[in-house]
């Protein structure tokens, strides 16, 4: 198959101290740390405590995760020397939102004011898939591109109910994701080298 299509990923992590597994905000600092680094590709999200990062459009996926790898590697040794941890999943296991620090953005204020505590309980961390398709192509072609984006084992929350279940800990389950955050890194290294 030929793929014409590009591709871009804009992913949000959860910062996170990482004796405790709580989350740290820790935002302002890594912006200024990152800056040479990611330059436009890092961005502040609502919470502090999150951060994102965004590759170019990229013209396949072995590009995107290349670059994707890099950026991950390096703000995970950037927050490392902070004490800092990064978890990749859709939200933290026992944070509760009504603790957590906003960034002061004009954005995030006006849409605050605007839906209050709707707002500010959605406690969520994401990755955005972005395709581009330059021609929707064949069905066959779609349904590559779906298989791409699937994880067979299951949801991230499948897995992190399975922790729970095992050992009744919600620290249990912090651990867990900082380790599967680091190993998604290390593993992706491997792959390129």
Same mark, same amino acid.
């Given at each position: 198959m030929s793929a014409h299509f590009t591709i871009g990923i804009e992913e949000e992590f959860q910062m996170v101290d990482r004796s405790t597994g709580q989350l740290c905000p820790h935002i302002h600092t890594i912006l200024e740390k990152g800056a040479l680094y990611f330059g436009e590709k890092i961005k502040p999200e609502m919470m502090q405590s999150a951060v994102e990062i965004? *590759?170019?459009?990229c013209p396949n996926i072995a590009a995107v995760r290349l670059e994707l790898q890099s950026l991950?590697? *390096?703000?995970?040794?950037?927050?490392?020397?902070? !004490? &800092?941890?990064? &978890?990749?999943? !859709? *939200?933290? =296991?026992?944070?509760?939102? !009504?603790?957590?620090? *906003?960034? =002061?953005? =004009?954005?995030? &204020?006006e849409i605050e004011e605007e839906l209050q505590d709707i707002v500010r309980a959605i406690l969520i961390f994401s990755m955005q898939v972005h395709i581009g398709i330059e021609d929707l192509g064949s069905r066959r072609e779609i349904h590559y591109l779906r298989m791409l984006l699937e994880d067979p084992r299951g949801t991230g929350a499948d897995r992190q109910l399975a922790v729970y279940r095992e050992t009744g800990s919600m620290h249990a389950v912090t651990q867990y994701l900082m380790q599967q955050t680091m190993e998604g890194i290390t593993k992706t290294e491997e792959i390129v080298s």
């Open positions: 965004t *590759t170019d459009v991950r590697a *390096t703000l995970a040794q950037l927050v490392a020397e902070d !004490g &800092i941890a990064l &978890i990749s999943a !859709g *939200t933290h =296991p026992d944070a509760h939102w !009504g603790e957590q620090l *906003t960034v =002061p953005n =004009p954005r995030y &204020i």
